[in-house]
């Protein structure tokens, strides 16, 4: 597994899902909380990495 | 299915400072193991499916288990993250595991995977804490 898009997702997954069990107690709300969490992980890396897209190496 | 504890066995919990410790100790060595324990069955088993992951993935990704030296003030930070996952540390410690292999291309991803989930173990010590106090 090298890519990078796929380790930060597996770590995106597992990461919101301990802080999503940590922060809800109901299963539902813990299910919203580690999507959201989840979904912002993955957009603030892929917008982040478009940011520095132009910046030299 | 029941998730938590009632509140009787909560304040039995939280009586005895002993036992808290005890409650301490198992969520350190063994990720959810407190939950678990505490009748906070889902929560215990997501941190121990996810934090054991995290772990295995960790050295699978050839990341390396810090240790402790003052001469490195950077590496001891990381030892001291990769201390809070406990049990599984300690095993892999003993089995020559992550030795870390830094030409690897995964090299960081690998160490990012095994500090977060020791931090966040730690965290989890601490919600154990306060299930244990009844504060959860």
Same mark, same amino acid.
């Given at each position: 597994?090298?890519?990078?898009?796929? /380790?930060?997702? /597996?770590?995106?997954?597992? /990461?919101?899902s301990v802080f999503a069990a940590?922060?809800?107690?109901?299963?539902r709300e813990q299910l919203r909380? !580690?999507?959201?969490?989840?979904? !912002?992980?993955?957009?603030?890396?892929? /917008?982040? !990495?478009?940011?520095?897209?132009?910046?030299?190496? | 299915? =029941?998730?938590?504890?009632?509140?009787?066995?909560? &304040?039995?919990?939280? @009586?005895?400072?002993?036992?808290? =410790?005890?409650?301490?100790?198992?969520?350190? $060595?063994?990720?959810?193991? @407190?939950?678990?324990?505490?009748?906070?069955?889902?929560?215990?088993?997501?941190?121990? +499916?996810?934090?054991? =992951?995290?772990?295995?993935?960790?050295?699978?990704?050839?990341?390396?288990?810090?240790?402790? %030296? #003052?001469?490195?003030? #950077?590496?001891?930070? =990381?030892?001291? @993250? %990769?201390?809070?996952?406990?049990?599984?540390?300690?095993? @892999?410690? +003993? &089995?020559? $595991?992550?030795?870390?292999?830094?030409? &690897?291309?995964?090299?960081?991803?690998?160490?990012?995977?095994?500090? &977060?989930?020791? #931090? #966040?173990?730690?965290? +989890?010590?601490? %919600? $154990?804490? %306060? +299930?244990?106090?009844?504060?959860?």
């Open positions: 597994m090298t890519s990078h898009l796929a /380790v930060l997702t /597996v770590f995106a997954l597992l /990461v919101s940590l922060m809800k107690d109901s299963p909380s !580690g999507a959201m969490m989840f979904a !912002g992980f993955l957009a603030t890396a892929i /917008v982040l !990495g478009w940011l520095m897209y132009p910046l030299p190496l | 299915m =029941a998730t938590k504890s009632t509140t009787a066995e909560r &304040a039995s919990v939280a @009586a005895e400072p002993g036992t808290i =410790a005890l409650v301490c100790l198992t969520a350190w $060595a063994i990720p959810g193991g @407190a939950h678990l324990w505490l009748g906070r069955r889902q929560k215990g088993l997501i941190f121990l +499916v996810a934090l054991s =992951a995290m772990f295995v993935l960790g050295l699978l990704l050839h990341g390396r288990i810090f240790a402790i %030296d #003052l001469q490195e003030p #950077l590496g001891t930070l =990381a030892a001291v @993250a %990769d201390l809070g996952l406990g049990l599984p540390w300690i095993i @892999a410690r +003993v &089995a020559g $595991a992550g030795g870390g292999q830094v030409t &690897a291309l995964t090299y960081e991803y690998g160490n990012t995977f095994l500090i &977060a989930a020791g #931090l #966040l173990n730690t965290l +989890v010590v601490l %919600d $154990a804490f %306060d +299930v244990a106090m009844g504060r959860k």
